[in-house]
Each structure stands twice: as C-alpha cells, then as structure tokens.
C-alpha cells in the first residue's frame, strides 16, 4: 500500500506541468501559424510594389506566376483561420467538475487517483488538437515557400 501511495504521489506531481507542457505547445503552434501569415501578406504586398518600383514597364499582374502566387496566400491565410478555429478547445481541469463531483472522496489517493486518470484524457485529446495544429502550420510553412518562389519567378520574369 505505501509502494502504491508514492507512485500515486509522484505521478500527481505531473498533473499540472501536463496541462502547461500542452498550453505552451498550442502557444508555440499558434504563434507559428500567425508568423507564416504575417511573413506571406508582407511579402504577398511587398514584392508586387518592389517589381512595379524596379521594373515600371515590365512587371505583368496577370501572370500566371503571381495570380497563383495570390491563390497561396489566400489559402495561407484560410488555413491560418481555419486552423485556429476549428474543433473544440483544450481540455483544461473544470474547478465546479472537482468542487460538484470529487471533494466527497474519503481518501487524498483517491481524489489524486482520479485526478491523473482526468488528466490522462485531457492530455490525450489535448496532444491531438496540438498535433493537428502543427500539421496546418506545416502545411502553410510549405506554402508560403512556394508562394515565395513563385514570386521570385514572376519578379525574374519582368
């Protein structure tokens, strides 16, 4: 019993750090996705307004390079969107959940017992929205650098 009683005590040390580690990886994900989209819209106006100021005469805004090279930005952006918005949002410990539901235990090991199968939930559903999170960002990290190569074609086009 008392082999149990630590184990239960050290896995319970991680319930918090758990949400935290999850939290500061959507952060992080976000934070990403929000860069690539800045980085795209800075470029998506700036290159245009360059090659018209470099190449007055030569620059062609029906292009097929820059009409496709527009169409990545706005799926970029869509994405970006997309990304943020859709599904639920973490799983993160209900107080009124643990105040209803769980201050009736008779023991702190079992109100810690259930806290870590609680956690263990969250943490799983949590890791999947991160995970999908990451996967748009990877997705517009990749298409901004073809919308950037495009544009270097169109620029060396004019």
Known sequence: ??????????????????????????????????????????LTFAVPALSKAV?????NFGSP??????????VILLLGVVAQSWGRAMR?????????????????????????GYAAKDYSDNRKIVNRRANFALANT???GAEALLLLLWIAGA
Do not use: C, H
Not at 1 to 29: G, H
Not at 65 to 72: Q, Y
């Open 1 to 42: 019993m008392n082999a149990k009683r630590e184990s239960i005590n050290e896995a319970y040390e991680f319930v918090q750090p758990s949400y935290a580690m999850l939290v500061d990886r959507l952060d992080a994900v976000d934070g990403r996705i929000q860069s690539t989209q800045n980085f795209a819209a800075t």
């Open 55 to 59: 190449f007055p005469n030569q620059t």
């Open 65 to 74: 390079l820059f009409i496709i090279a527009l169409g990545l930005f706005g």
């Open 92 to 116: 993160i410990i209900d107080p009124s959940k643990l105040y209803n539901d769980w201050l009736g235990y008779t023991s702190a090991d079992e109100f810690k017992g259930r806290m870590i």
């Open 142 to 144: 990749l298409l901004f």
